[in-house]
């Protein structure tokens, strides 16, 4: 781990393309400011941790626990590729009346 010290302004930069600017100390805590590429998630660590076990139990969970059918707009088990399935819910086409 690198460890550094850094005054209120000042910067860290990372990869060329993440910066990191100490914006204010206060007591003991650190306000950061932080530029990154739109596709650089950036995310709190307790956040991150709590994410990350939310998709652990998701995947652990028992699929038989889980509610029958599918949730709106999710594809079925097994279609083909590209092919789309109907929205549940979403209104029947009228009827030609001709």
Do not use: F
């Amino acid at each position: 781990m690198l460890i550094l010290t850094r005054r209120p302004g000042e910067r860290v930069v990372i990869a060329e393309d993440i910066l990191i600017e100490v914006m204010g100390v206060s007591g003991h805590t650190v306000r950061l400011g932080i530029s990154a590429p739109q596709g650089v998630s950036i995310y709190r660590e307790e956040i991150w941790l709590a994410v990350k076990e939310e998709n652990r139990a998701a995947a652990a969970a028992d699929p038989s626990s889980l509610p029958a059918g599918s949730p709106p707009g999710a594809a079925a088990h097994g279609a083909a590729e590209g092919a789309e399935e109907p929205r549940q819910g979403a209104p029947e086409p009228p009827a030609d009346s001709s």
